[in-house]
């Protein structure tokens, strides 16, 4: 997920190299968003079908930052949305309608 790999990446000193194709994929998307900048290197034909050389994340951007702060880790480890300061309340319960008779 690319707002996990974003988290990831904030844990390291950059610029680091991503050699995980899911990883890299994700840098195909958090790249062209405006979140990182990155070398991301076309795949190579191999005998076996294509291989991923390695990405460079060069830096998070601020827009990058701001989302990690929108959706932050949640406390299972996965990435979740901000907490909402709007509290929520339960829904009134419908009217009461009249016994018949």
Known sequence: MPISLLHRLAEHDLPIAV???A???????LSPAG?????IPKPVRTIDGYGQPPATVIAITSLGRSMMKRFPIAPDGLPGR???R????????????????
């Open 23 to 29: 990883d890299v994929d994700a840098l195909r998307v």
């Open 86 to 101: 709007v509290s929520l309340r339960r829904a009134a319960a419908p009217p009461a309608t009249p016994a018949p008779g």
């Open 19 to 21: 050699n995980d194709g």
């Open 82 to 84: 901000a907490v909402s």
């Open 35 to 39: 979140h990182v900048r990155a070398t």
